[in-house]
């Protein structure tokens, strides 16, 4: 009888051993503390996820209406400051310039080029490794010599020839770059009866380049419309299709905002619209943005709120009853 109760105790521990040893097995519900006491980083789920991206596959036939629009992300806005920070990327988090930056150097990413003197893009066009380089610097005006300095945010390794980023320009360039423009397309889809929006590309902007600082301290800024405008475009660095860029964005936590047992992506981040964007212009006939066609703010605004009005009054004036 003793024998039988030792064997039902050994069996039982064993069962208890291998349910313990599945349950921290890989595919299995993982612990939210490490071995060593600390929190655990979810890397295998990560790595998985951006092999299950989720896409929605739109018949041309059942679109009924469509409209491109340009917004711009500010991340200087309380809604947009876990796209801006950390800074300085750590071993659990990094910014949203960051990992496009280390997509783009690291990870195979293409940067496409924007229209001469506008800011559409041209995703027929990739950027060369050099055009890379001249892309993203640093530009400074030498007040001493009147001539504007240049620091490579992109440098080549002369061992590889590849391109790396520079630890020393990396903080300067991304504590100023402050803003993104995406280009979205707004759709009513017939069979679902539903609008939708998706993002088509994404570009950082960056104002302290050659072209802003040369106008801005050596020839002086036009402050009119005109100038304003010039200003912005040449602002606009380079263009990434979104699509391209979800993989990378899938793969990478956002940083908390307040609550540490938080566990979004980016690419949920941008999928829920947790972001806050104002208009910048839409597709029409003058193939003009808001800041080409208006001086003052009050029409800007004035303008935004008719355009923003107007997508929303589309999905019901399809309808017919």
Not at 56 to 71: G, K, L, P
Not at 86 to 113: D, M, W
Not at 125 to 140: G, Y
Not at 188 to 217: L, Q, W
């Amino acid at each position: 009888m003793k024998l039988i109760k030792s064997t039902i105790i050994i069996g039982l521990c064993l069962l208890a051993t291998g349910v313990n040893s599945q349950t921290v097995s890989k595919g299995s519900p993982q612990p939210f503390f490490s071995a060593n006491g600390n929190v655990a980083i979810q890397t295998d789920q990560m790595n998985a996820l951006a092999d299950t991206i989720a896409k929605v596959n739109h018949r041309a036939d059942d679109i009924e209406w469509s409209r491109i629009v340009y917004r711009v992300i500010d991340m200087r806005e309380k809604q947009n400051n876990q796209l801006y920070f950390p800074i300085t990327p750590n071993e659990k988090y990094k910014s949203l310039f960051r990992l496009i930056l280390e997509a783009t150097v690291n990870g195979g990413l293409k940067a496409y080029e924007k229209k001469d003197f506008d800011i559409q893009p041209r995703y027929d066009l990739a950027l060369t490794n050099d055009r890379l380089v001249e892309t993203f610097q640093i530009a400074d005006y030498d007040s001493v010599n009147n001539s504007v300095r240049k620091t490579a945010l992109i440098e080549k390794d002369p061992m590889t020839n590849m391109p790396v980023i520079s630890s020393y320009a990396y903080p300067d360039f991304a504590s100023k770059q402050t803003k993104f423009l995406i280009q979205e397309i707004v759709f009513f889809n017939k069979h679902y009866s539903r609008m939708y929006t998706k993002i088509i590309g994404i570009a950082p902007i960056y104002i302290y380049n050659e072209t802003n600082v040369t106008n801005m301290f050596m020839l002086g800024l036009n402050k009119t419309g005109e100038g304003i405008w010039n200003f912005f475009q040449s602002s606009v660095l380079c263009w990434y299709l979104f699509d391209e860029l979800r993989p990378f964005l899938a793969k990478q936590y956002i940083i908390p905002n307040g609550n540490e047992t938080q566990r979004l992506t980016y690419d949920e981040f941008f999928a829920q619209k947790l972001f806050y964007s104002y208009l910048l212009g839409d597709g029409n006939m003058l193939d003009k943005m808001l800041l080409q066609t208006y001086n003052d703010p009050e029409s800007i605004r004035r303008e935004q709120k008719r355009i923003e009005t107007e997508l929303l009054n589309v999905e019901q004036d399809l309808w017919e009853y």
